[in-house]
């Protein structure tokens, strides 16, 4: 298998992801397409106070949340625009406390089929040294026929 | 395995988690624990507009957490307060798209030994019969000199 | 969603596997058929000795195995011989040591699409009340053409 | 995190498997631990005609017990022996048909807890660079009293 080439710069991907989900950034701002590269992608999430569990640590749906938009990024990059595809699993190892700071979800693409896409994610600090999470991620990617 | 018998109330469960999760509900005021049993729980959610996807389905973020909350009030439910419980694992399959109004999670507990604990929930609407996700989850309960 | 009807008899289906899989009987003529009912399968496994791990408890290959068969077992019993139906992903939580006996694994179809099929499994001894873990295993289905 | 540095070798753990589980490898002679790092470990599996399945393709419960052995030997690599080390979670996902041959099993530690390790694990070819599975396990490692 060849590295994929991404078809979509992480601009493009952030203006898709403002037009496709107003809300999720309208009202937190908070995950940023940063880089995208062959057959990986990077997004970070600045966790916000309603993200913060009882002694300041992230949440557990937050980290899962940016697991879900790394691995689907980095899926879209080098697939292109297709909003219809569809998460069918995600599992995700929680290993260590997030520190509080930007949160960086780093998603490779595993497996780019004609029907399914796998990505995996680490999500760590800036360093990345010592992931607080790993996850892997499946999405179903539609038809062409119904993708019109 | 005798089933469990629960030692916290749905009303108590509701309460605690107004104290310890403020944000969740001050923001949202969406999840609800509706029912306690032996082994088992229900935790309702109204999904608001933020957690809708175009074509007005929910979002995976939300079913996951969804999925988590559930999960873990089950485990609290037969265990009783112990904030410091803590996700390691969370495995989801998105099974179908979910229909507009209220979403039920409903949680059995599979494991509960001295230093983990096991879910599993089924995320449907009232009626139950063909569920939008199945999720298990593993918390990690620690040790009693630890919960002080 | 109605429930799915069966479409193979238990026999059919172990009369299939001796076909499609003669190495995994011949060796070992462990797995077993027993029920197949609407949306549901039991196999069992009679866990033969190169199965034991120190202490006289069944491996996790062995669960795995049993897990993975169940599941494919309750697909295939509703779509008719499919051998091209491939897992895609299996995710297994294992709650607690087994007993030495008959391990059972009851398999339950969630979710039965055009191009995924998804069932959730328990394997437990006879009585089936403390499961022995639990599992969710995904199956790409081939598109008609390809099964020509 | 500082790299963990192992301390068994290879040759030891091969030692070690051959003494704790002998039917794995009295019958089939196939898992070989080829290689041990600072939180790394390879294992090798020459998958004999019993892994087979129709078309000439490596059977999941293979790809499976490859995936739970390589987990399991970075941490043994990094622990030393601990026959008690239980899995209590593996999750996989399937990739592509693994080609003939032998296969690698290429496991990275993830956490290593005083009550927690967390693994994850590529299967590939010699190369590597389009792995066949990939997989995450859990295991729970005994308190020192219970280790004796």
Chains 1, 2, 3, 4 share one sequence.
Do not use: Q
């Not at 990077?42 to 992230?58: D, F, H, I, N, Q």
């Not at 029907?115 to 607080?132: C, K």
């Amino acid at each position: 298998m060849p590295p994929p080439t991404p078809v979509l710069t992480p601009d493009e991907i952030n203006r898709y992801l403002d037009d496709v989900f107003p809300e999720l950034n309208a009202t937190r701002r908070a995950y940023v397409v940063t880089d995208v590269g062959e057959g990986t992608a990077v997004v970070t999430c600045a966790a916000g106070p309603e993200s913060l569990r009882p002694g300041g640590t992230v949440s557990g749906p937050t980290l899962m949340t940016l697991a879900d938009i790394a691995a689907w990024v980095v899926i879209l990059a080098h697939v292109g625009r297709s909003a219809l595809t569809v998460t069918t699993h995600l599992s995700i190892d929680f290993l260590r406390k997030p520190e509080p700071g930007l949160l960086f979800g780093r998603a490779r693409l595993m497996k780019l089929g004609k029907r399914l896409a796998v990505s995996s994610v680490e999500i760590g600090d800036a360093d990345g040294r010592a992931p607080y999470a790993i996850a892997s991620a499946t999405y179903s990617i539609p038809p062409p026929l119904e993708r019109g």
